[in-house]
């Protein structure tokens, strides 16, 4: 599934992209109750340490962290409570298929507000070795700097 994203990126899993090859990304809708999308709405995100799995059939979100509402008294939400994900019944039996392979899991990428609706970005992720995330930084490092001596030599 393609990257389109419409409306603000509340919460990114910077650290999935680095221990993790993402093979194939799914947009999916989460479940939440008022003020748990109040609390995303202002910011209150953080997908750290969490990741997705498949329980009966239905996609289930864990370990996000969605701050508390401060105007939300008693009627508050638990932070880390998991939550359900929309996803087409397709879908799911893909991820199902995936993820009964070693090595595969389910990583948020990241979630945003899209029509007025919380989506979060999911992918299908494959571990990476300590030698392919120096191998990654390495190649990042050298894009840089060619990037750097383009970048000089069309100044001076």
């Known amino acids: 599934m393609g ?4 409306g603000k990126v509340v919460a990114q899993n910077k650290k999935a992209r680095h221990d993790y090859f993402i093979e194939e990304t799914f947009e999916a809708g989460i479940v939440l109750t008022g003020t748990e999308i109040k609390s995303i709405r202002a910011g209150k995100m953080n997908l ?9 059939g239905e996609a289930f979100l864990y370990n996000a962290h969605i701050s508390e509402y401060e105007q939300g008294n008693r009627y508050n939400h638990e932070p880390t409570r998991p939550r359900k994900l929309l996803l087409h019944k397709k879908q799911i039996n893909t991820l199902i298929g995936q993820t009964q392979q070693k090595g595969y899991s389910i990583v948020p ?12 970005l ?3 992720a494959k571990g990476k070795k300590n030698y392919d995330k120096r191998e990654t930084l390495r190649r990042k490092d050298a894009k840089r700097e060619v990037e750097r001596a383009i970048k000089e030599r069309m100044r001076g």
Do not use: C, Q
């Not at 990257?3 to 419409?6: A, F, M, N, Q, S």
């Not at 750290?48 to 009966?56: G, T």
């Not at 979630?111 to 979060?120: E, H, R, S």
């Open 48 to 56: 750290k340490d969490s990741f997705a799995r498949i329980k009966n």
């Open 109 to 120: 990428l990241k979630v945003y507000i899209k029509n007025g609706f919380a989506k979060v």
């Open 122 to 124: 999911i992918g299908l």
């Open 3 to 6: 990257e389109t994203t419409e």
